[in-house]
């Protein structure tokens, strides 16, 4: 009687399954990072299970992936989240875009598993594209680590930096840290970054400013 029942507890408990928590293709950056913030309650009151960002784009559809992810790493840094629990995930299908948020508790079947690691390639990437800002009002727009890791993934991409300030030193100076910045700490090879200076008169109504682009180098013949 004691194995009967033993038997009919272990078959009564369901199986634990990965739940989506969220999924969006286009909010405002309180709203977005408020659903983040829902994910990482789901975390810490599940401190077993895993989290993954799974973000979906295509060819036509790169600058919006760098907006999203941008503003997930940095949000999940600004709250000091744990980075070992959370995985980023990117996914294409076709050119659809679009962000999930999921919780996979232990003992789950993993629908990620074959997708441990973030993908940085942009093979099909053509044209050069802006990949963030340095300023901005409300959202995150730029992580330097992350703009490295893309460069380090793929060497046939080149870094330009355009640089708007008021005064010629004073771009100068922020183009040089810049620059300095990536070499330095993220180790980015100095031919791989060019710095530009770009019209602070017509810029946002004369705001400060960095671009952050990735541009595909032309291959000699």
């Given at each position: 009687?004691?194995?009967?029942?033993?038997?009919?507890?272990?078959?009564?408990?369901?199986?634990?399954?990965?739940?989506?928590?969220?999924?969006?293709?286009?909010?405002?950056?309180?709203?977005?990072?408020?659903?983040?913030?829902?994910?990482?309650?789901?975390?810490?009151?599940?401190?077993?299970?895993?989290?993954?960002?799974?973000?979906?784009?295509g060819e036509?559809?790169?600058?919006?992936?760098?907006?999203?992810?941008?503003?997930?790493?940095?949000?999940?840094?600004?709250?000091?989240?744990?980075?070992?629990?959370?995985?980023?995930?990117?996914?294409?299908?076709?050119?659809?875009?679009?962000?999930?948020?999921?919780?996979?508790?232990?003992?789950?079947?993993?629908?990620?598993?074959?997708?441990?690691?973030?993908e940085y390639?942009?093979?099909?990437?053509?044209?050069?594209?802006?990949?963030?800002?340095?300023?901005?009002?409300?959202?995150?727009?730029?992580?330097?680590?992350?703009?490295?890791?893309?460069?380090?993934?793929?060497?046939?991409?080149?870094?330009?930096?355009?640089?708007?300030?008021?005064?010629?030193?004073?771009?100068?100076?922020?183009?040089?840290?810049?620059?300095?910045?990536?070499?330095?700490?993220?180790?980015?090879?100095?031919?791989?970054?060019?710095?530009?200076?770009?019209?602070?008169?017509?810029?946002?109504?004369?705001?400060?400013?960095?671009?952050?682009?990735?541009?595909?180098?032309?291959?000699?013949?």
């Amino acid at each position: 009687m004691i194995l009967l029942a033993a038997v009919q507890f272990c078959f009564g408990q369901e199986k634990p399954r990965a739940v989506l928590v969220d999924k969006f293709d286009q909010l405002i950056c309180e709203n977005m990072e408020a659903r983040f913030d829902q994910l990482f309650i789901e975390l810490q009151n599940d401190p077993s299970s895993t989290g993954y960002v799974v973000i979906y784009s295509g060819e036509k559809s790169f600058r919006k992936r760098f907006l999203y992810e941008i503003e997930f790493i940095s949000h999940l840094k600004w709250r000091k989240f744990s980075t070992e629990r959370i995985k980023v995930i990117h996914l294409a299908e076709g050119d659809r875009f679009g962000i999930e948020l999921w919780k996979v508790p232990r003992g789950a079947d993993d629908p990620f598993s074959a997708h441990q690691e973030v993908e940085y390639s942009l093979a099909s990437l053509t044209k050069a594209t802006v990949f963030g800002n340095k300023f901005s009002e409300g959202c995150f727009t730029f992580d330097a680590e992350l703009y490295s890791n893309y460069l380090k993934a793929n060497p046939l991409l080149r870094g330009n930096i355009v640089v708007y300030e008021k005064s010629p030193g004073k771009a100068r100076k922020s183009g040089k840290d810049t620059v300095n910045k990536l070499v330095k700490k993220f180790h980015i090879a100095r031919d791989r970054l060019r710095v530009f200076y770009g019209n602070y008169q017509e810029y946002f109504l004369g705001y400060s400013d960095v671009e952050y682009w990735l541009v595909p180098v032309k291959k000699k013949q």
